[in-house]
């Protein structure tokens, strides 16, 4: 047995500020992986503190210790849930990324909502601008590994050190890009694929693992509602959980306002996620980021290379990006 401690932030009423509620919850984990966890609960408002008329506004905060490496999402692993029916979370994976991002925020601050970006290392070294943003506006800011590869395939599975560098490169790249500001000791995998050898290394490394509830698979659509359908079919299959957007997509950025709308209708209620710690990165990675951005600032930005990477996240059914969900 293991005790995750969980610090809840309930917005008690549209008056009062937000009231801290401290909860331990328990994490029994059985052979299969699996784990319960129950909190208390104060009182949830309906619109917190949002000072935008007709605003949705965040249900409640939750803290989380990322001690042990704990894994989110009933998606694959089912060990932490501390959702309620209704509650819904939101995250957006592949940024930062001119244009979307920019976008995401806006439908995001509109609503007086929150929501956790995992990014991805090189993405971040080349928006470093958007990262700064991102975090500004009260955003979560995770990683998503250096490169985007799936881990799970045999040249990273059969190679731990080979894995362990796209990740902290990922968290280096992440770290720098943001400028002092707080990022998360969040991750989530390329693909949601994962070896056990990797998850053990995360452990080690104090970073709390998110997989998804809700998978909008909005990288294989091309129009704003056909991501706002498939959200909303599956959460009223399964009536809560962790939403995965990508807001690299624009199609997924002009969905979003909507997707809000619809979200706010049904009565579902967004829960926002902030770390108990800060990312420590690790030296070696944080010089091999620095020479690759020396690299990039000469060769690659904003030059072929770069436009090319874009096309090999967005072309075919062949590429990388679209063998399986992310």
């Known amino acids: 047995m293991r005790f995750l401690a969980i610090v809840v932030a309930v917005l008690v009423s549209l008056d009062i500020a937000p009231e801290v509620v401290v909860a331990q919850e328990a ?19 309906d619109n917190g503190a949002c000072d935008k008329p007709g605003g949705m506004g965040l249900s409640r905060i939750v803290e989380i210790d990322t001690t042990g490496g704990p894994v989110f999402g009933f998606g694959h692993l089912k060990q932490n849930d501390f959702l309620i029916d209704k509650e819904v979370i939101l995250t957006f994976d592949d940024g930062p990324w001119p244009g979307s991002t920019a ?15 995992f990014e991805i290392g090189k993405h971040a070294t080349w928006h470093p601008e958007i990262t700064k943003q991102v975090i500004e506006a009260g955003m979560t800011v995770g990683t998503h590994t250096w490169s985007h590869k799936d881990l799970a395939r045999k040249r990273y599975a059969k190679n731990q050190e080979r894995a362990q560098q796209e990740i902290e490169m990922g968290n280096s790249a992440v770290h720098m890009a943001a400028g002092g500001g707080t990022v998360a000791p969040f991750f989530r995998f ?9 998850l053990r290394y995360l452990a080690e490394r104090n970073m709390a693992i998110f997989f998804t509830d809700i998978d909008s698979r909005d990288f294989k659509m091309h129009r704003p509602d056909q991501v706002i359908k498939s959200v909303m079919n599956q959460l009223e299959k399964r009536g809560k959980g962790i939403i995965l957007m990508h807001d690299f997509h624009r199609n997924t950025a002009e969905a979003l306002p909507e997707l809000l709308h619809q979200l706010k209708a049904g009565g579902y209620k967004v829960v926002h996620m902030v770390p108990k710690q800060k990312l420590e990165t690790v030296p070696k990675y944080d010089e091999m980021v620095s020479h690759q951005d020396k690299l990039s600032s000469n060769n ?7 436009r090319s ?6 072309r075919h059914s062949g590429a990388e990006h679209f063998k399986r969900p992310i």
């Open 27 to 45: 994490a029994t984990s059985s052979q299969s992986g699996a784990a319960s966890s129950t909190s208390s609960r104060a009182p949830i408002g």
């Open 103 to 117: 976008a995401v925020l806006k439908a995001l601050a509109d609503e007086c909502l929150k929501a956790t970006f």
């Open 309 to 314: 990477h874009h096309r090999s996240m967005t």
């Open 190 to 198: 390329p693909e949601l694929q994962y070896r056990p050898q990797i």
């Open 300 to 306: 690659t930005r904003p030059g072929k290379k770069r």
